[in-house]
């Protein structure tokens, strides 16, 4: 599988702030999902985006699919403790007849009350 | 609907010792899947079933690790003998079918300590 690369590794912020992240790659992907994982959980999926240009909210979150089809953007307005965790792009691997989720390594969000 | 279960949440072992893990997926999702998540990381695939049949298998460690999935349902991750770099969340998950990610449901995971 292709390889995805997320920035920033870690971030740490005040209550309140805004948070962006991104995810790059050098292949073209059709479909980009966000996914976020909770201490002592597994990672549940937030977004899923299947259009280059577009832009999906659920709630406070808001995702993007880069124009270039290698990028997306995650955001988080207004951060709360419970935003705390890792956020992973992935994407659905298609090769042979798989179909399996590739994970980025993350973004480890803290969020300092 | 009850989610992926998986157990033990917790092992230690020594390195050399063998350990297993054990998941039972959502009912009546046919692909199951085993992951590999060492700290600072994100999951990586070992194994793919659909059904009782494996699809991938292209990143186990074949000489250490062996999984099976009787009668599709449950399955097992075996390692045997375990070495410190072993030492990772394993991660199970489930979706209604190949390719499918809505619906693609993790359990909590079973932490592996090798010391």
């Known amino acids: 599988g292709q390889q995805l690369n997320q920035s920033p590794q870690s971030m740490f912020i005040q209550e309140g702030e805004d948070v962006s992240m991104n995810c790059t790659s050098s292949s073209i992907f ?7 994982q909770e201490p002592g959980e597994g990672p ?13 909210s659920n709630g406070r979150l808001t995702a993007q699919f880069g124009i ?5 953007f995650l955001n988080i307005s207004a951060s709360i ?6 956020y992973f792009c992935a994407y659905m691997n298609y090769g042979g ?12 969000l803290s969020v300092k009350p | ?8 949440r917790y092992k230690i072992i020594e390195k050399r010792q063998s350990v297993a893990f054990w998941c039972n997926p959502i009912s009546g999702h046919a692909t199951l899947y085993w992951y590999q998540q060492i700290l600072g ?10 059904n009782n049949g494996v699809v991938d298998d292209s990143q186990l460690p074949k000489d250490r690790f062996s999984a099976e999935r009787l009668k599709g349902v449950d399955s097992t991750l075996k390692i045997q003998p375990a070495k410190l770099e072993d030492s990772a969340v394993y991660l199970c998950a489930s979706s209604p079918r190949t390719g499918a990610y809505n619906g693609y449901t993790f ?6 300590t090798v010391v």
């Open chain 2, 41 to 50: 990381q994100g999951p990586k695939l070992l194994i793919q079933f659909q």
């Open chain 1, 30 to 36: 059709n479909t980009w999902l966000w996914y976020k």
């Open chain 2, 107 to 112: 359990g909590s995971g079973t932490r592996l």
């Open chain 1, 81 to 86: 403790p419970s935003d705390v965790g890792i």
């Open chain 1, 68 to 72: 270039t089809r290698k990028d997306s």
């Open chain 2, 1 to 8: 609907e009850a989610g992926v279960a998986q157990s033990p």
């Open chain 1, 44 to 56: 549940v999926l937030l977004i899923a985006l299947y259009k280059a240009g577009e832009l999906t």
């Open chain 1, 97 to 108: 007849s798989q179909g399996n989720l590739i994970f980025g390594k993350g973004t480890k």
